[in-house]
């Protein structure tokens, strides 16, 4: 069972399913009211975005486009960025003269965004703005200006929500705080 295994890595639930929620209707909300009447392309980075991409998207009122980028994270085992960031899926639309919006799911060291913007910017988009759900903003190494924060969150490796462990638990419909050496383990019949 998924559950069992959640609970066994879980060391505690940090954001309730009802507040993550609640949460991203109000950047939809937000989105809606900043971007009303103008064209809008929402950016996602995979794959840890996906589940908040899905509930973001139907929260925004207007009308808008969605397309994917996926670039290299750290190695399943791994609790923390490598910094060495590379393109993995591009694109498949012209961002020039667009504004383009960044969902992300969590920014850690900054790195990440800090590569996938400076590529970006080059193509000549009429904006380029960033939303992530979670923002580990003591952590940071590189400045990054974000225009949408769901929540700020202490330093500690979390999971669910899109997040994963070992890539596995990213269907969990809350943010929970790994206990500390845990690993997921591959599930059994
Ligand atoms: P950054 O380049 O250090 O900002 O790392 C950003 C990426 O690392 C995110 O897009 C996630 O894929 C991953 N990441 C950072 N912190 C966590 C975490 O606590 N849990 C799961 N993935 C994380
Ligand atoms: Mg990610």
């Known amino acids: 069972m998924q559950a069992q295994e959640a609970s066994r890595l879980t060391q505690e639930v940090l954001i309730a399913e009802d507040e993550v929620q609640v949460r991203i209707a109000e950047l939809g909300r937000a989105i809606s009211n900043d971007y009303g009447g103008q064209d809008l392309l929402l950016v996602a980075i995979l794959k840890g975005s996906v589940v908040f991409l899905a509930d973001l998207m139907r929260a925004i009122t207007i009308p808008h486009q969605i397309d994917f980028m996926a670039v ?3 190695g399943v085992g791994a609790r923390a960025s490598s910094g060495v960031v590379r393109i993995l899926m591009d ?6 003269g667009r504004n383009v919006l960044i969902i992300e799911d969590i920014i850690d060291t900054g790195q990440t965004l800090h590569y996938i913007t400076r590529i970006l910017h080059e193509r000549g988009p009429k904006s380029l703005r960033i ?3 979670l923002n580990k903003a003591s952590r940071r190494e590189v400045d990054i200006p974000v225009d949408y924060v769901g929540f700020d969150i202490p330093d500690s490796f979390v999971f669910g929500f899109g997040l994963d462990v070992d890539e596995f638990h990213r269907n969990l419909p809350y943010v929970a705080v790994l206990k500390p050496g845990a690993s997921a383990q591959p599930m059994e019949e």
Do not use: K
Request: glycine letters at 0%; charged letters at 10%; a negative charge.
């Open 72 to 74: 290299t994270s750290y």
């Open 91 to 96: 694109l498949a639309a012209n961002i020039e």
């Open 131 to 133: 939303c992530t759900l």
